[in-house]
């Protein structure tokens, strides 16, 4: 029972990790494509945070601005 445990909160762990791995990615290529620039209205920001959240498609050239 105390195996099965251990898995689970390696898992839960490494699951942790990797979503921060990934958004502080998203972060880096959202900065990088000046999402993060001008940040006064509040498309601006929706616009960040979609390119943080999709920063794959940021990257193959999808213009994620809103507005």
Same mark, same amino acid.
């Given at each position: 029972?105390?195996?099965?445990?251990?898995? %689970?909160?390696?898992?839960?762990?490494?699951?942790?990790? *990797?979503? #921060? =791995?990934? !958004?502080?990615?998203?972060?880096?290529?959202?900065?990088?494509?000046?999402?993060?620039?001008? %940040?006064?209205?509040?498309?601006?920001?929706?616009?960040? *945070?979609? #390119? =943080?959240? !999709?920063?794959?498609?940021?990257?193959?050239?999808?213009?994620?601005?809103?507005?």
């Amino acid at each position: 029972m105390d195996q099965m445990l251990g898995r %689970l909160v390696m898992r839960s762990f490494v699951g942790k990790i *990797l979503v #921060a =791995v990934y !958004l502080v990615v998203g972060i880096i290529v959202a900065s990088s494509h000046h999402y993060f620039s001008h %940040l006064g209205k509040v498309t601006a920001i929706l616009s960040a *945070l979609l #390119a =943080v959240l !999709l920063w794959p498609l940021v990257l193959f050239g999808v213009k994620l601005h809103i507005g």
